[in-house]
């Protein structure tokens, strides 16, 4: 009942601590998964980010090239000497006309580009009308060429108007942009398109041709000349929007020419725009999808949309691919170490506790078989004593029979505190320093006598087989005896009652070992006994009442004799005999 206790006790300690253990991993599991998708949130969002910078950076040259062109180059040609002054007037008669550099649109991802004037006509210079279409066709356009710039002209017309697109483009206007002469402009304008000086410089080099001009107009011009000079038009540019107009994505802007307000833009081509920025940002987001961004920042913050800066556009990044660091993670080895060393430490503590409750049931055990065996020969002692001192028996044969009981059992008793004593000076000590060399059938010769001795008692016969040469061994000769005398003592217990009395000594050689063997012809030993029988203190008080006398003591001992000799003691459960135990010495 105690030992059912104590285990009880440490199966509830050990489910508590396994419990805790349990839970503390399963948190720690839960924070390292926390950690791990917040690395991989951030290294997301982090390819997300370079993915986005890549995108802009692919439109940022189309955004900023259409946001730079001047208003006048909206029309197919215009003249010469009218930029930034008269660039919408009705041409005169020996004006020298350019053609606008949109004549031919040569950027793959604009489809056309447009032009609302004040009373809403929508023009192209990509679709010149009347002698400007002549013109364009000898040497600039082929009629398919212009026939296609006329159908998307037609798409734009159907998906928008100038009122809805001044609607969706902002009020707020550039400052005024000071008016350029034409002097200035045919001799700066490849420099301007160049964009190779700064604003700064611009400003002074500007200044610098207006008052040139200024001075040679006033000195060589006529009145025509003059008026325009000293009259020129105000021109407000205003900055150049992206706006969806349903599945249109369009890019526009307001011009305002003195009092009249026009609407230039362009027709940018969706599905170009899409590959490119798909192939810009492959490497990092090869699943990204788009479609039309909301126009409200403040619905883009609160969305969380991926919107990009130069173009209303959103990005869906898909699965976005991300490295993870390799290697398993500190906190993933230290609860490994931690559950190893619990199942360490409760593997010990039942190690521990299965020792020390199998000691003291053994103990027990102990304690009980030799007060059994010590109350027999002593209740017998105390006996045969009193009758003898008494004068009780009269009859010699009698008394010399009572006198025989008392020295065997006197003898049985020795025995048993000699193993006793033996097997306590072996826990505590080693009988390594006791070895020597001795030959063995001179050693097997001095035991003989006493080992037949005991055969006789038991009413058993002694059979000693003689070694077949002289062969010498290293061993401790009292173990020697000790082992094969308990050998013999048990034999003669458990085969007391077979018809065959003989118990063989028998001597065999081998290249390294000589092999002794004491074999009887008794009842044998169960499969479950042979288990246990060289355990100590294996029999109980009841074991010890039921069957031949001894605490269980004696074949354990002989086997620890064995051992601390170098040898083994073994039992032959192959051997023809009913049981055969053979001890096992290494040849000098």
């Given at each position: 009942?105690?030992?059912?206790?104590?285990?009880?006790?440490?199966?509830?300690?050990?489910?508590?601590?396994?419990?805790?253990?349990?839970?503390?991993?399963?948190?720690?599991?839960?924070?390292?998964?926390?950690?791990?998708?917040?690395?991989?949130?951030?290294?997301?969002?982090?390819?997300?980010?370079?993915?986005?910078?890549?995108?802009?950076?692919?439109?940022?040259?189309?955004?900023?090239?259409?946001?730079?062109?001047?208003?006048?180059?909206?029309?197919?040609?215009?003249?010469?000497?009218?930029?930034?002054?008269?660039?919408?007037?009705?041409?005169?008669?020996?004006?020298?006309?350019?053609?606008?550099?949109?004549?031919?649109?040569?950027?793959?991802?604009?489809?056309?580009?447009?032009?609302?004037?004040?009373?809403?006509?929508?023009?192209?210079?990509q679709v010149p009308r009347g002698e400007w279409r002549t013109m364009a066709a000898l040497r600039f356009l082929?009629?398919?060429?212009?026939?296609?710039?006329?159908?998307?002209?037609?798409?734009?017309?159907?998906?928008?108007?100038?009122?809805?697109l001044l609607n969706l483009l902002p009020e707020r206007k550039l400052e005024l942009r000071d008016p350029v002469?034409?002097?200035?402009?045919?001799?700066?304008?490849?420099?301007?398109?160049?964009?190779?000086?700064?604003?700064?410089?611009?400003?002074?080099?500007?200044?610098?041709?207006?008052?040139?001009?200024?001075?040679?107009?006033?000195?060589?011009?006529?009145?025509?000349?003059?008026?325009?000079?000293?009259?020129?038009?105000?021109?407000?540019?205003?900055?150049?929007?992206?706006?969806?107009?349903?599945?249109?994505?369009?890019?526009?802007?307001?011009?305002?020419?003195?009092?009249?307000?026009?609407?230039?833009?362009?027709?940018?081509?969706?599905?170009?725009?899409?590959?490119?920025?798909?192939?810009?940002?492959?490497?990092?987001?090869?699943?990204?999808?788009?479609?039309?961004?909301?126009?409200?920042?403040?619905?883009?913050?609160?969305?969380?949309?991926?919107?990009?800066?130069?173009?209303?556009?959103?990005?869906?990044?898909?699965?976005?691919?991300?490295?993870?660091?390799?290697?398993?993670?500190?906190?993933?080895?230290?609860?490994?170490?931690?559950?190893?060393?619990?199942?360490?430490?409760?593997?010990?503590?039942?190690?521990?506790?299965?020792?020390?409750?199998?000691?003291?049931?053994?103990?027990?055990?102990?304690?009980?078989?030799?007060?059994?065996?010590?109350?027999?020969?002593?209740?017998?002692?105390?006996?045969?004593?009193?009758?003898?001192?008494?004068?009780?028996?009269?009859?010699?044969?009698?008394?010399?029979?009572?006198?025989?009981?008392?020295?065997?059992?006197?003898?049985?008793?020795?025995?048993?505190?000699?193993?006793?004593?033996?097997?306590?000076?072996?826990?505590?000590?080693?009988?390594?320093?006791?070895?020597?060399?001795?030959?063995?059938?001179?050693?097997?010769?001095?035991?003989?006598?006493?080992?037949?001795?005991?055969?006789?008692?038991?009413?058993?016969?002694?059979?000693?087989?003689?070694?077949?040469?002289?062969?010498?061994?290293?061993?401790?000769?009292?173990?020697?005896?000790?082992?094969?005398?308990?050998?013999?003592?048990?034999?003669?217990?458990?085969?007391?009652?077979?018809?065959?009395?003989?118990?063989?000594?028998?001597?065999?050689?081998?290249?390294?070992?000589?092999?002794?063997?004491?074999?009887?012809?008794?009842?044998?030993?169960?499969?479950?006994?042979?288990?246990?029988?060289?355990?100590?203190?294996?029999?109980?008080?009841?074991?010890?009442?039921?069957?031949?006398?001894?605490?269980?003591?004696?074949?354990?001992?002989?086997?620890?004799?064995?051992?601390?000799?170098?040898?083994?003691?073994?039992?032959?459960?192959?051997?023809?005999?009913?049981?055969?135990?053979?001890?096992?010495?290494?040849?000098?």
């Amino acid at each position: 009942m105690k030992t059912r206790w104590l285990w009880s006790v440490f199966a509830l300690g050990l489910l508590v601590a396994g419990g805790l253990m349990a839970y503390v991993s399963v948190r720690l599991m839960a924070l390292e998964d926390a950690q791990v998708a917040s690395t991989r949130q951030a290294l997301a969002d982090e390819n997300t980010r370079l993915a986005l910078w890549q995108m802009d950076g692919e439109l940022a040259p189309l955004v900023s090239d259409e946001a730079a062109r001047p208003y006048f180059q909206y029309v197919p040609f215009f003249p010469a000497e009218g930029a930034y002054t008269r660039m919408f007037n009705d041409m005169q008669e020996g004006d020298v006309l350019l053609p606008s550099p949109l004549l031919r649109n040569q950027v793959p991802q604009i489809v056309v580009h447009f032009q609302f004037e004040p009373d809403g006509t929508l023009t192209s210079p990509q679709v010149p009308r009347g002698e400007w279409r002549t013109m364009a066709a000898l040497r600039f356009l082929s009629q398919q060429q212009i026939d296609d710039a006329a159908k998307q002209l037609a798409r734009v017309r159907a998906a928008t108007s100038r009122e809805q697109l001044l609607n969706l483009l902002p009020e707020r206007k550039l400052e005024l942009r000071d008016p350029v002469l034409p002097e200035m402009v045919l001799a700066d304008e490849s420099w301007a398109a160049q964009n190779t000086v700064n604003q700064a410089e611009y400003q002074q080099r500007a200044d610098a041709y207006k008052q040139q001009a200024v001075k040679r107009k006033i000195e060589q011009a006529g009145q025509y000349q003059m008026d325009a000079l000293q009259k020129p038009i105000d021109v407000r540019e205003g900055p150049m929007t992206a706006v969806w107009v349903g599945t249109n994505l369009l890019l526009a802007r307001r011009i305002s020419l003195g009092d009249s307000e026009y609407v230039q833009g362009c027709l940018l081509d969706r599905a170009r725009i899409e590959a490119d920025l798909r192939a810009a940002g492959a490497e990092a987001l090869p699943n990204a999808s788009f479609r039309a961004a909301p126009m409200d920042p403040t619905t883009v913050e609160a969305a969380n949309v991926h919107r990009l800066a130069a173009l209303p556009i959103e990005v869906l990044p898909g699965e976005v691919p991300v490295v993870v660091p390799e290697g398993r993670s500190p906190l993933r080895l230290t609860m490994y170490v931690a559950w190893a060393c619990l199942a360490l430490v409760a593997l010990g503590l039942a190690f521990v506790l299965q020792r020390t409750l199998g000691l003291a049931q053994r103990r027990a055990e102990f304690v009980s078989a030799v007060s059994h065996e010590l109350r027999t020969p002593l209740t017998t002692f105390r006996m045969y004593t009193e009758m003898l001192a008494a004068g009780r028996i009269r009859d010699e044969q009698t008394r010399l029979e009572y006198l025989h009981t008392l020295h065997s059992e006197a003898l049985r008793l020795g025995h048993l505190v000699e193993n006793v004593l033996a097997y306590a000076r072996l826990e505590n000590s080693s009988p390594a320093g006791r070895l020597e060399t001795l030959a063995l059938p001179r050693l097997l010769e001095r035991a003989t006598e006493r080992l037949r001795l005991r055969t006789e008692q038991a009413g058993m016969q002694l059979v000693v087989e003689p070694c077949p040469q002289e062969i010498s061994v290293r061993a401790d000769p009292g173990a020697v005896e000790q082992i094969v005398f308990n050998l013999v003592d048990n034999a003669c217990k458990y085969a007391a009652g077979a018809s065959d009395k003989r118990i063989h000594v028998e001597c065999e050689l081998d290249a390294r070992e000589v092999r002794l063997v004491v074999r009887d012809h008794g009842p044998g030993i169960s499969r479950e006994e042979g288990t246990r029988m060289f355990k100590p203190f294996r029999k109980s008080a009841q074991a010890a009442a039921n069957s031949a006398p001894g605490v269980g003591l004696g074949l354990t001992l002989s086997r620890r004799l064995a051992r601390a000799m170098g040898g083994e003691l073994r039992h032959d459960a192959a051997c023809s005999s009913a049981c055969c135990f053979v001890l096992h010495l290494p040849r000098n």
